[in-house]
Every structure is written in structure tokens, then in C-alpha cells.
T-cell receptor
Framework: GAVVSQHPSWVICKSGTSVKIECRSLDFQATTMFWYRQFPKQSLMLMAT?????????EQGVEKDKFLINHASLTLSTLTVTSAHPEDSSFYIC?????????????FGDGTRLSIL | DAKTTQPPSMDCAEGRAANLPCNHSTISGNEYVYWYRQIHSQGPQYIIH???NNETNEMASLIITEDRKSSTLILPHATLRDTAVYYC???????????FGAGTRLTVKP
């Protein structure tokens, strides 16, 4: 399956700063990338869907001005958490999907653990 | 997408087969059944998927009932490293969204 790399794997920063998380598809043309958030002992929640070269589609309740998503190429999407606060502390995970048969599975990165002090 | 129901937790003895059930009684004809697992602090790992036929790969087997309202993921010889949360997801053919439920926490015991 596709190899998906997320960076950084863990970040700790002060309240009020902005944090950028990268998601790279290393061997796969990812026309669509997804961003999920997972709080402790909970399941993954889809935050947004991004298609290469177009604006992301956000799920209900996810602030698009808070979570900026850029998907400028077929191999890279970034999620920027702007003015992060402690309640934004979570596990952020990206996944990729490509062209062709849409019954193919998504492949996930190993996640980024974000801790806001 | 159809909703799925899984038991919250299961135990399995090491070396024995682990059979994880999933109900998806509202599944429609063009929806696939996917299984993923998540080991602590990692991203979900794809296991297997199917439409209506049983499927097998190097990781597991997927048994889908004839009416497609339920399925079972089988890990033939569970090891301690198979301890994880297992998610059963139903997804539309033309829709790439993956919506995760609560999953089943499988604990493999020595």
C-alpha cells in the first residue's frame, strides 16, 4: 500500500502559537487527502477533505479559519492549527486516496501528537 | 454511508483465531466493507476489504454474509502484536470518506 509520512510526529508548543503539520504521500499520487483528529480514548473524527489544487471541504463544527489546509501538490498536504490553545491538543492523522478505482483503501500516516501548553 | 455496530471489546488467546463481528444491516448494494486496525499511538492500518465475496490476504480473512448485513474479520493465529482497536467501516463506491465508529478493542492474551 501507499507510504504516508507525517511530520512532525510530536510537537509541544505554547498557547497562541501556530503549528504546521505536513502529510506526504511518498509513492502515490494523492488526489485527495483527509485530515482526522483523535482525542484520547475516542475514535477518529474526520475534520476535512482536500483535493489537490482546490479548497478543502470541512466537516460541520470544524472551523476552517482555525484549521488551514493546503493541498498544493499530489504528494503534499499541510494542516496549520492557528493560534493553538490547550483544547486543540489532540492526535492529528492524515490519509491519502488516489485516482482510479474508488473502492481502493485509504492509507494513513502515523499521526502527529500535538500538545499545547 | 451505512452505520456499523461492533462489540466494544474482545479477548483472544495467543495462537488462536480471533473472530471479530460487525453488523451493517443498512448497507446498500454498492457499499464496500473495510477493516482497519489501530495500534496504540499509531495511524490506522488497512487490513482487508470486500463487497460480497469472502476475501483473504496475508493478514486476515473477511467473511461477508449472503445478505451482506454482517461480516466477520478473522485473524487466523492471533499474536500479542495483534492487540489493537479494530474498525469495521462501510464506504460508498464513489465516496472516499471513511467514517470511524468506536471499533472493537481486541486484547490478545498469552
Amino acid at each position: 500500500g501507499a507510504v504516508v509520512s507525517q511530520h512532525p510526529s510530536w510537537v509541544i508548543c505554547k498557547s497562541g502559537t501556530s503549528v504546521k503539520i505536513e502529510c506526504r504521500s511518498l509513492d502515490f499520487q494523492a488526489t485527495t487527502m483527509f485530515w482526522y483528529r483523535q482525542f484520547p480514548k475516542q475514535s477518529l473524527m474526520l475534520m476535512a477533505t482536500s483535493n489537490e489544487g482546490s479548497k478543502a471541504t470541512y466537516e460541520q463544527g470544524v472551523e476552517k479559519d482555525k484549521f488551514l489546509i493546503n493541498h498544493a501538490s499530489l504528494t503534499l498536504s499541510t494542516l496549520t492549527v492557528t493560534s493553538a490553545h490547550p483544547e486543540d491538543s489532540s492526535f492529528y492523522i492524515c490519509s491519502v486516496a488516489g485516482r482510479g478505482a474508488s473502492n481502493q483503501p485509504q492509507h494513513f500516516g502515523d499521526g502527529t501528537r500535538l500538545s499545547i501548553l | 454511508d451505512a452505520k456499523t455496530t461492533q462489540p466494544p471489546s474482545m479477548d483472544c488467546a495467543e495462537g488462536r483465531a480471533a473472530n471479530l463481528p460487525c453488523n451493517h444491516s443498512t448497507i446498500s448494494g454498492n457499499e464496500y466493507v473495510y477493516w482497519y486496525r489501530q495500534i496504540h499511538s499509531q495511524g490506522p492500518q488497512y487490513i482487508i476489504h470486500g463487497l460480497k465475496n469472502n476475501e483473504t490476504n496475508e493478514m486476515a480473512s473477511l467473511i461477508i454474509t449472503e445478505d451482506r448485513k454482517s461480516s466477520t474479520l478473522i485473524l487466523p493465529h492471533a499474536t500479542l502484536r495483534d492487540t489493537a482497536v479494530y474498525y469495521c467501516i462501510v464506504r460508498l463506491y464513489n465516496n472516499n470518506d471513511m467514517r470511524f465508529g468506536a471499533g472493537t478493542r481486541l486484547t490478545v492474551k498469552p
